[in-house]
C-alpha cells in the first residue's frame, strides 16, 4: 500500500485546510485510513481515521466539530478537512492504513505511512 498526502501549507488562524491522502495499491490489504499528525518535539498523535467500505469515521474528541474525514472510493483518495484552524494544529500531517476490525488510535498498529504534509497555522 503507497500513500501520498498533500494539501497543506501556510493559513491564518481561524482558516481553513483541506488535506487529500492518495491510497493505491490492493484494497484488500486495508480497511482503515487514518490520519495522524505530528508538532516539533512532541509525539505523534491520532487526528481521525475512517473505515474504507463503510465511511464510519471516528476523531480525537478535541478535533469533533472542526475536523471532517471523508473518503471518495472511485478516486481511492481520503481527506481531511480542516476548519477554524488554531496554532496549534500546526504540525506535519500523515495518513497511515492498517488492516483490522474497528478504527485504531495507535499509531503502532498502521503498516504503511505516506511521508507527511506540513501545516502552519499562523495568529
Known amino acids: 500500500v503507497q500513500l501520498q498526502a498533500s494539501g497543506g501549507g501556510l493559513v491564518q488562524a481561524g482558516g481553513s485546510l483541506r488535506l487529500s491522502c492518495a491510497v493505491s495499491g490492493r484494497t484488500e490489504d486495508y480497511t482503515v485510513i487514518g490520519w495522524f499528525r505530528q508538532a516539533p518535539g512532541k509525539e505523534r498523535e491520532f487526528v481521525a481515521a475512517?473505515?474504507?467500505?463503510?465511511?464510519?469515521?471516528d476523531y480525537t474528541d478535541s478535533m469533533k466539530g472542526r475536523f471532517t474525514i471523508s473518503r471518495d472510493n472511485a478516486k481511492d483518495t481520503v481527506y481531511l478537512q480542516m476548519n477554524n484552524l488554531k496554532t496549534e494544529d500546526t504540525a506535519v500531517y500523515y495518513c497511515a492504513s492498517r488492516y483490522g476490525a474497528g478504527f485504531g488510535s495507535s499509531s503502532g498498529v498502521y503498516a504503511y505511512w505516506g511521508q507527511g504534509t506540513q501545516v502552519t497555522v499562523s495568529s
Open positions: 475512517i473505515r474504507w467500505g463503510s465511511g464510519n469515521a
